[in-house]
C-alpha cells in the first residue's frame, strides 16, 4: 500500500486529503501519516491515486473511518479483511487496470500532475483517477471552479481534466477560461469531456471548444484504458513537447547571459541566432544579423586565402573545428578570434545547424587599449568577454572613412551598400535619444571597468521601447495591481474571431426636446446652497447628485465656469453655454454605476480646485484655463461603462475605428467636437478667431487624451524629469536659471495640464473618506458588470480579480493606491502644494489596509484554532 495522504472531514462531510511529501509513487511506503490538514474548499486532493479510492468506491458510512478502512482493504491483496463487494470491485477493477501492462505505469516522462475537475463523483471521474494511478501520474480532484484555480496555481499542472458533459454544476467553459488568464497555463493542456452524441443529432463542432481554450475534445467513456489512453497520448505528445519547450527557453537564457560569443547557422550558413555578447563583439545588432548568409558579411583580409575552404571542407564532414579566425567588426576594423565551430547532427545523420563559439584573442594590435583599459581598473583577470566589452562602443557606428577605404574583397552588394550608409552617418538631423547614445558611448571609451558595466545597463534602459512603463516582477506581483495594469494600461489581449460586441452609441440623440435650463441666478436654493461651498476641496458631489437628480455637471458647470469667466473668454452667451452643458451630460450614461455625469463633474471641480492653487494658476494662461475645464467636462462623454481592452477584445465599432488605439479617448474628444459644432444653439466655439479655436482645440484633444492609462507613467515621468527636479534646484538655491513654471516654456505647460487632469480623473482616494468609499464601490461594481459580461460573451477576462463573487475591495483599492496614485500625487503635491488631500490619501489607505487586515484576520481563525 502507498503513503497515505493525511485525512480532514469538514463540516459537509466532504472528504479532503493533504498532499503526502513522502512518496510520488502508490507502492513505494506502507506507512500511514496522519494529522490535521488545510484542504482548500470543495477540492478532493489526492496526490497518489493509489493511496484512496475515489468514495464511492470505498465501502462502509462516509468519513475518514470509510476512506481508512477502504485503503486497508485496497493495500492488503490477500487479506482476509479484504471482503465485501464493493472491495471485491476494487480489487477486481486494479487487477484489470494493471494486469495488461504493468511495466507501463512507471514509464512516465516525467511526474506528470493533472488535475480532474468534476462537480460530482462517477464513473468518468472513477475512470480517470484510476488510469492517473496505471500510468503513475500525481492527481487532483476539484469540485469547484474555485478550489480550481486554486489548486493549479497551487501545483500547476500538465493536463486537467474538465467535465463538459452538463451546464447546471458549473460552466466548464468559464472554468476554461479562467485558467488560461493565467500565467501558468501557457505550458498545460486542458481536455473536455464532453457527452455522447446522440444517433439523430450530429456531432458538434470542437471550434468552441478551442476558442474557450481547450486543445483536446475527450467522447465520453468511462473505460479506466480509454482515459489511460487519452492521457498517454496527452503525455507523449503535448505534455512532453512543452517539457522540451521549457528546456529550450532555459537554454536559450543560458545562452542569451553567456560572456562568450554564440552564432548558430542553418546548414547553407543562414544566421539564425547570435547572443548579446556576440553582438557587442561584432558591433551588430541581431536585427541586421537573423536571415542573411555569412557570405553576405564583410571578411577580413588578414585571413589566409585558403582558411574559409578548410574550415568549411572540416565542418562539412561533421567535424568540429577551432583555430584562431580573423573577422570584421560593423566599424571596418579586423579582430582576432578563437573559434570553435561544432556541426550539429540532426535525423538521419544529416548535419542541420553549426554552431559557433567564438572567443577574443588579446595578442593582436587592436588589443593595446583592452590591456590599458584592464591594468587602470585594477582587473587582473585579462578574460576575453571583459577584455573586449570595454573597447571603443563609439566605433560601433559606422566608420566612413572604413567604408571608403575598403577593397575589392567585399561583395558588389556590400559595395552599394557602403555609400548611403556612410551618408546617412553623415547626416546632421539626429534625434535627441540618439545623441544621449553617443554620448555615453563616447564617454565609454576611458571609463574604468565598473562605470563602463553600469554604462552598459543605461545603454540597454535607453534602447527599450518603453522608457516610462515599469515592469511588474513576476516574483512580487500581486494579482490586483496585475488586473489593473492589465485591464487599464493595454489596449486588449487578443482579437476573437466570432465575437462581435456591437457598441450602440447615443451620440445622435436630438436636445430640442429638452427643457430650456434655467440660468444660474434662478438655481433653487437647495442646489445654490450646496453649490456655495464648490470652491472647497469636500465638496459633496453626491449631494448634488441627488438634489439635480443625475444632473450634477449642467449646474456645477454653470458656477465653474461663471466663475473662470469662460463665456467672456469664448464670446459666447450664457444660454448657449448652458445648451452646451446640457447637451454634453445627456451623452453621459446614468445607467452607468462609475463613468457618468456625476464623475464628469467631480473631475471638473477637482480640475477648478487645481487652477486655483498659486503655482498653477501662476504657470497658465486663461486659454489654458478653458482648455483644461472643457476637457474635464467632456473628457468621457458617452462612456460604455467597459475599458479599452473589452473594447478591443470584443472588435466594437470604436475599436475598429480608431486602431484599438486610445479608442475611448479618441472617441470622447471626437464625440464632444462633434456635439458642439453640429448645432448652432450648443456652439461654445462659434464666436472666436479661427486661430485661438485650433489652439485651444488642440489642447483639449491633448488633455482627454493624457487620461488614457497605458502612457500613465510615461506622463509622470516626464513631469518629474520636465517640473519638479528643475523646481527642487532652484529652490535648493542651485545655479539653475530655468523656470520650470514660466509661461515662456510652452513644453512645460502642457505637461502641467497633462498632470492636472490625470490627477483630477483618478482624485477619489484623496476626497473624504464617505466619498472616497463610495467612489471605491461605483468603480467596482462597474468592473463587476465588466466581468460578468465577459464571461457571457465569451471574451476573456481581463480583470479577473473583479468578481463580484470573490473580489475583496480594500485589496483592490490599496494596489491602485500603491501602483497609480502615491508617486503621482506625490509629484503633483510638490508642485502645487495639496496639503489637505495629502493628508485624505493617508487616512484612506490606512482605512483600507484596516478593512484588509480585519479580513485575513477573520479568514486565519479557523485555522488557527
Known amino acids: 500500500m502507498g503513503c497515505a495522504p493525511s485525512i480532514h472531514v469538514s463540516q459537509s462531510g466532504v472528504i479532503y486529503c493533504r498532499d503526502s511529501d513522502e512518496s510520488n509513487s502508490p507502492r513505494q511506503s506502507s506507512s500511514v501519516s496522519q494529522g490535521p490538514a488545510a484542504p482548500l474548499h470543495g477540492l478532493f486532493v489526492q496526490t497518489d491515486a493509489a493511496d484512496a479510492m475515489p468514495p464511492s468506491r470505498?465501502?462502509?458510512?462516509?468519513?475518514a473511518v470509510r476512506v481508512r478502512r477502504a485503503r486497508a482493504e485496497l493495500g492488503s491483496g490477500s487479506s482476509a479483511g479484504s471482503s465485501g463487494p464493493a472491495a471485491t470491485t476494487c480489487r477486481?477493477?486494479?487487477?484489470?487496470?494493471?494486469?495488461?501492462?504493468?511495466?507501463e505505469t512507471q514509464t512516465s516522462y516525467t511526474s506528470v500532475k493533472v488535475l480532474l475537475i468534476f462537480a460530482k463523483e462517477d464513473s468518468q471521474s472513477d475512470g480517470f483517477w484510476w488510469a492517473c494511478d496505471r500510468a503513475g501520474y500525481r492527481c487532483n480532484i476539484a469540485r469547484t471552479p474555485e478550489s480550481a484555480l486554486e489548486c493549479f496555481l497551487d501545483k500547476h499542472h500538465e493536463i486537467i481534466v474538465i467535465d463538459h458533459r452538463q451546464t447546471r454544476n458549473f460552466d466548464a467553459e468559464a472554468v476554461c477560461r479562467s485558467i488560461r488568464a493565467t500565467n501558468p497555463s501557457e505550458h498545460t493542456v486542458i481536455l473536455a469531456v464532453v457527452s455522447q452524441a446522440s444517433d439523430d443529432h450530429e456531432e458538434a463542432s470542437v471550434l468552441p471548444l478551442l476558442h474557450a481554450g481547450f486543445n483536446r475534445?475527450?467522447?465520453?467513456?468511462?473505460?479506466?484504458?480509454?482515459?489511460?489512453?487519452?492521457?498517454i497520448q496527452i503525455e507523449h505528445g503535448e505534455v512532453r513537447s512543452q517539457f522540451k519547450l521549457r528546456a529550450c527557453n532555459s537554454v536559450f537564457t543560458a545562452l542569451d547571459h553567456c560572456h562568450e560569443a554564440i552564432e548558430i547557422t542553418s546548414d547553407d550558413h543562414v544566421i539564425q541566432y547570435v547572443n548579446p555578447a556576440f553582438e557587442r563583439m561584432m558591433g551588430y545588432h541581431k536585427g541586421e544579423l537573423l536571415g542573411k548568409e555569412l557570405a553576405d558579411l564583410p571578411k577580413?583580409?588578414?585571413?589566409?586565402?585558403?582558411?574559409?575552404?578548410?574550415?568549411n571542407t572540416c565542418i562539412k564532414k561533421g567535424k568540429e573545428w577551432q583555430g584562431v579566425y580573423y573577422a570584421r567588426r560593423k566599424s571596418g576594423d579586423s579582430i582576432q578570434q578563437h573559434v570553435k565551430i561544432t556541426p550539429v547532427i540532426g535525423q538521419g545523420g544529416k548535419i542541420r545547424h553549426f554552431v559557433s563559439l567564438k572567443k577574443l584573442c588579446c595578442t593582436t594590435d587592436n588589443n593595446k587599449q583592452?590591456?590599458?583599459?584592464h591594468r587602470d581598473s585594477g582587473d587582473n583577470s585579462q578574460t576575453e568577454p571583459h577584455s573586449f566589452r570595454y573597447k571603443s562602443r563609439r566605433k560601433e557606428s559606422i566608420d566612413v572613412k572604413s567604408i571608403s577605404s575598403r577593397g575589392s574583397d567585399a561583395p558588389s552588394l556590400q559595395n552599394r551598400r557602403y555609400p548611403s550608409m556612410a551618408r546617412i552617418h553623415s547626416m546632421t538631423i539626429e534625434a535627441p535619444i540618439t545623441k544621449v547614445i553617443n554620448i555615453i558611448n563616447a564617454a565609454q571609451e576611458n571609463s574604468p571597468v565598473t562605470v563602463a558595466e553600469a554604462l552598459d545597463r543605461v545603454l540597454e534602459i535607453l534602447r527599450t521601447t518603453e522608457l516610462y512603463s515599469p515592469q511588474l516582477g513576476t516574483k512580487d506581483e500581486d494579482p490586483h495591481t496585475s488586473d489593473l495594469v492589465g485591464g487599464l494600461m493595454t489596449d486588449g489581449l487578443r482579437r476573437l474571431s466570432g465575437n462581435e460586441y456591437v457598441f450602440t452609441k447615443n451620440v445622435h440623440q436630438s436636445h430640442s426636446h429638452l427643457a430650456m435650463p434655467i440660468t444660474i441666478n434662478d438655481v433653487p436654493p437647495s442646489i445654490a446652497q450646496l453649490l456655495d461651498n464648490e470652491e472647497s476641496w469636500d465638496f459633496n458631489i453626491f449631494e448634488l447628485e441627488a438634489v439635480t437628480h443625475k444632473r450634477p455637471l449642467v449646474y456645477l458647470g454653470l458656477k465653474v465656469f461663471s466663475r473662470f469667466g469662460v463665456c467672456e473668454f469664448l464670446n459666447c452667451t450664457e444660454t448657449t453655454l448652458r445648451a452646451w452643458l446640457q447637451v454634453i451630460e445627456a451623452n453621459y450614461h446614468s445607467s452607468n454605476a462609475y463613468h457618468n455625469s456625476t464623475h464628469a463633474a467631480d473631475v471638473l471641480h477637482a480640475t477648478a480646485f487645481f487652477l486655483g492653487k498659486e503655482r498653477v494658476k501662476g504657470s497658465l494662461d486663461q486659454l489654458d484655463e478653458v482648455a483644461a475645464l472643457i476637457a474635464a467636462t467632456v473628457h468621457d462623454v458617452d462612456h460604455p461603462g467597459r475599458t479599452n481592452s473589452f473594447l478591443c477584445n470584443a472588435g466594437s465599432e470604436l475599436a475598429v475605428l480608431y486602431n484599438d488605439t486610445a479608442v475611448l479617448e479618441s472617441h470622447h474628444t471626437a464625440l464632444a467636437f462633434q456635439l458642439t459644432v453640429k448645432d448652432t444653439k450648443c456652439n461654445i466655439f462659434k464666436n472666436i478667431d479661427r486661430n485661438h479655436y485650433r489652439t485651444l482645440r488642440q489642447a483639449i484633444i491633448d488633455m482627454v487624451l493624457a487620461t488614457e492609462m497605458t502612457k500613465h507613467f510615461e506622463h509622470v515621468n516626464k513631469f518629474v524629469n520636465s517640473i519638479n527636479k528643475p523646481l527642487a534646484a532652484e529652490s535648493e538655491g542651485s545655479d539653475c536659471e530655468c523656470n520650470p513654471t514660466g509661461k515662456n516654456f510652452p513644453e512645460n505647460q502642457i505637461l502641467i495640464k497633462r498632470m492636472m487632469i490625470k490627477c483630477a480623473d483618478v482624485a477619489n482616494p484623496c476626497r473624504p473618506l464617505d466619498l472616497c468609499i463610495e467612489w471605491a464601490g461605483r468603480i467596482s461594481e462597474e468592473?463587476?458588470?465588466?466581468?460578468?459580461?465577459?464571461?457571457?460573451?465569451?471574451?476573456?477576462?481581463?480583470?479577473?480579480?473583479?468578481?463580484?463573487n470573490t473580489c475583496s475591495i480594500p485589496k483592490s483599492q490599496i494596489s491602485f493606491i500603491d501602483y497609480f496614485i502615491t508617486d503621482m500625487f506625490d509629484a503633483w503635491d510638490a508642485f502645487a502644494h495639496l496639503p489637505a488631500l495629502m493628508q485624505h490619501l493617508a487616512d484612506n489607505y490606512k482605512h483600507w489596509k484596516t478593512l484588509d487586515d480585519l479580513k485575513c484576520k477573520s479568514l486565519r481563525l479557523p485555522s488557527d484554532s
Do not use: W
Open 217 to 231: 475534445r475527450f467522447m465520453e467513456n468511462s473505460s479506466v484504458i480509454a482515459c489511460y489512453n487519452e492521457l
Open 300 to 311: 577580413s583580409d588578414k585571413n589566409r586565402a585558403d582558411l574559409l575552404d578548410t574550415i
Open 58 to 63: 470505498a465501502p462502509g458510512p462516509p468519513g
Open 783 to 804: 468592473y463587476f458588470a465588466q466581468t460578468d459580461e465577459e464571461k457571457r460573451q465569451g471574451l476573456p477576462v481581463v480583470m479577473p480579480v473583479f468578481d463580484r
Open 92 to 103: 477486481g477493477r486494479r487487477r484489470h487496470c494493471c494486469s495488461s501492462a504493468e511495466a
Open 370 to 373: 583592452i590591456h590599458r583599459i
